[in-house]
């Protein structure tokens, strides 16, 4: 059973940063691209990040461009979201995604598991 949990979310004031954690259990690691996702209540799950099995190639949502990072280290099953210069629009639970492609996609049907997702709340 494949299992993806995030952590590393919490309060934050605006400008801060943090930096979201997810593991990757019961499926080879490095045989996925993942992604980011977030959402808020009322909205649908928009796209943050993803990055590829390999590690090589990444791709943002344009708002977030410059200010998030993502990262992987395929020897800890791990994916990795750096935030900066956070804001309180990027207020929302954010979830980890494992998709069978090598690059990553951008929409939620290209992914095939998802973790419980971890709240972020940046305050003003």
């Known amino acids: 059973q494949v299992q993806l949990v995030e952590s590393g979310g919490g309060l934050v004031q605006a400008g801060g940063s943090l930096r979201l954690s997810c593991v990757v259990s019961?499926?080879?690691?490095?045989?996925?691209?993942m992604g980011w996702f977030r959402q808020t209540p009322g909205k649908e799950r928009e796209f943050v990040a993803g990055i590829s099995r390999s590690g090589g190639n990444t791709n943002y949502a344009d708002s977030l461009k410059g200010r998030f990072t993502i990262s992987r280290d395929n020897a800890k099953n791990s994916v990795y979201l750096q935030m900066n210069s956070l804001k309180p629009e990027d207020t929302a639970v954010y979830y980890c995604a494992a998709a069978s492609t090598y690059y990553p996609g951008t929409r939620r049907t290209d992914y095939d598991y998802w973790g419980q997702g971890t709240q972020v709340t940046v305050s003003s």
């Open positions: 019961g499926r080879t690691f490095g045989s996925s691209a």
